[in-house]
């Protein structure tokens, strides 16, 4: 049975879109101010260190193991996206294993 909420619309099901304003681009600022991802206080996540340790090692590891490249015929725009937080453009890439 789903929970009503008044800010989000079906709390429980997965849906990140609900963060996007409807121009596709901007976050809805009213639920992000709202989402704290690993809780705040006594109550704080014991695991978020280990978390973003581990965030962490699998990008590096990723980065150290992998060229990252674009896909044929296809190029990059480094220019970025202005909104609250810069965002890069959306891309598809290839991974080459080194």
């Known amino acids: 049975m789903m929970k009503s ?3 989000f619309e079906e709390p429980e099901r ?3 879109e609900r963060y996007i304003a ?6 809805r600022k009213e ?3 709202r989402t704290i991802p690993f809780g705040i206080g006594k109550r704080q996540c014991a695991g978020e260190g280990l978390a973003r340790t581990e ?15 674009p896909l044929p ?5 480094l ?3 202005y909104t ?9 890439f290839r991974l080459e294993k080194i």
């Open 84 to 92: 609250n937080v810069h965002f890069p453009n959306p891309h598809n």
């Open 14 to 16: 997965f849906w990140p």
């Open 22 to 27: 409807e121009d596709g681009v901007t976050q």
């Open 79 to 81: 220019e970025p996206i």
């Open 73 to 77: 015929g296809t190029s990059i725009d």
């Open 31 to 33: 639920l992000v101010d």
């Open 55 to 69: 965030l962490f090692i699998g990008l590096v590891t990723l980065v150290q193991n992998f060229r990252i490249l």
């Open 5 to 7: 909420d008044p800010l």
